[in-house]
């Protein structure tokens, strides 16, 4: 029931925007819609293009997507990320983006902390949140440990030089 409540208000939301700009509803732009929120995680446009042709048996233009992404993003449905120079999109309506990027490797890991929220909604009084979407940079785990293991070579490896 919650997800037919979202998938009609994502509907509504986006032939609110087509409407009050002047811009026609399209077949090809509900489908783009409607793939993207069956989706999970953030995609690029081959992801997009091969899932519309693979799962919605809908064949699509590159532009037409690519122009479609626009407009949904401007329609804030749909959220643009650059993840290690590689450019990402994922829906974003009624859903909060919380990103661990590692600087070393480039894994993504989407953090889930409702706490999160709450915070950046005290905080901030003279806007209304909608959406947000926070990146936070370090090494992962993995990295983590590569690191100290290489910096505990390193540093024996001096001493024993030293004598």
């Known amino acids: 029931m919650e997800s037919t409540k979202i998938e009609d208000a994502v509907k509504q939301q986006f032939s609110d925007y ?3 700009n002047k811009l026609r509803s399209t077949p090809e732009r509900h489908a783009i819609l409607n793939a993207i929120y069956t989706m ?12 519309m042709e693979k799962n919605e048996k809908f064949h699509v233009s590159r532009a037409t997507v690519y122009n479609t992404i626009a407009l ?10 650059q993840f290690a120079g ?5 829906k ?3 859903r909060e983006l919380s990103y661990a990027i590692c600087t070393n490797c480039k894994k ?16 901030i009084k003279k806007l209304t949140l909608t959406h947000y979407s926070l990146y936070v940079y370090g090494l992962c785990s993995k990295c983590m440990r590569t690191a100290k293991r290489r910096n505990k070579r390193a540093s024996s490896e001096s001493s024993t030089k030293k004598r």
């Open 18 to 20: 087509l409407r009050s």
């Open 40 to 51: 999970e995680g953030s995609f690029d446009i081959e992801t997009l293009l091969s899932h």
């Open 72 to 81: 949904l993003i401007n329609a804030n449905l749909v959220i643009h990320h």
């Open 86 to 90: 590689e450019s990402r999109y994922e």
């Open 92 to 94: 974003c309506f009624g």
């Open 108 to 123: 993504v890991t989407e953090i889930k902390n409702i706490k999160i929220k709450d915070n950046i909604s005290n905080n």
